[in-house]
């Protein structure tokens, strides 16, 4: 078993409504920052409410932790998730060159999801949520339009990685980029996120609830805002899903 990291805390359940809620009903009880791992997940969530499959066998996890820092930073945590998820896919499979990193928070797999990240605040503490497709796909009448095909560690790379096996690799990458994090803050960060970085230098889409911005994928900026050439001229974009 990979050591587990020091300082975390480590909770398994085997049925949750919802890590993220487990993880907010568990502040008051909690010592420092925290793991809590849905074998079942019964009324999950993603992005902008949206519903998020996690059958069993999939990867359902949420790291809780004390927010010491302004949001805008304390955001930039997505990115830490973002680097932990690709190094912990890699020491699983092997597979370097299989997986790419989609901004703002997701991971591909041959071009297709396979994880998904959610950061929310709650009072002084940060929750990060992690869905991984470990064992199983979303049904694509799951999927909104345009939206990336779904990818499986079982079905595309013909690997059964346990939920608990796959959290304790991540709970260690995770720790490591984290201290990184918190002692030379964003910008090594920002370097490893982008040397794995999904359509770099090649044209993207990027939609928000008002509008559309289509431009060549520059870079990702010191305060992790989405960089754009556009016939306009550069655009920094801070929230939006991206298209290929």
């Known amino acids: 078993m990979t050591a587990w990291p020091d300082g975390y805390g480590r909770h398994v359940f085997d049925s949750v409504d919802s890590t993220l809620s487990q993880a907010v009903r568990m502040v008051p009880d909690l010592a420092g ?11 999950a969530r993603g992005r902008r409410g949206r519903s998020w499959s996690t059958p069993r066998g999939n990867f359902a996890g949420t790291l809780i932790m004390e927010r010491r820092e302004a949001p805008g930073i304390a955001a930039l945590r997505s990115f830490v998730a973002s ?15 299989a997986f790419a990193l989609k901004w703002p928070n997701d991971v591909l797999l041959y071009g297709g999801k396979v ?5 929310e605040s709650t009072g002084d503490h940060l929750v990060i949520g992690i869905g991984v497709n470990l064992a199983h ?10 939206a990336l095909p779904p990818k499986s560690l079982a079905h595309d790379l013909k690997m059964d990685v346990a939920p ?15 201290a990184q994090f918190t002692s030379q803050g964003f910008a090594p960060i920002r370097t490893g996120w982008l040397a794995h970085a999904a359509r ?18 520059e870079t990702v900026d010191e305060n992790g805002n989405l960089i754009l ?10 929230a939006a899903d991206v298209f290929f």
Do not use: C, H, K
């Not at 920052?33 to 009324?43: S, V």
């Not at 050439?229 to 801070?238: L, N, P």
């Open 164 to 178: 608990e096996v796959f959290l304790n690799m991540l709970a260690v990458e995770y720790a490591a980029l984290e």
């Open 83 to 97: 680097l932990a998820l690709y190094r912990t896919f890699v020491a699983v499979t092997g597979v370097a060159d």
């Open 200 to 217: 770099l230098g090649e044209q993207i889409t990027a939609r928000t609830m008002r509008d559309e911005t289509t431009g060549t994928f």
């Open 229 to 238: 050439q556009t016939s306009q001229g550069r655009v920094a974009i801070t």
């Open 137 to 146: 796909a979303p049904d694509a009448d799951q999927l909104e339009a345009r």
């Open 115 to 119: 994880a998904g990240i959610l950061l």
């Open 33 to 43: 920052p925290a793991w809590i791992l849905g074998l079942e997940q019964t009324a």
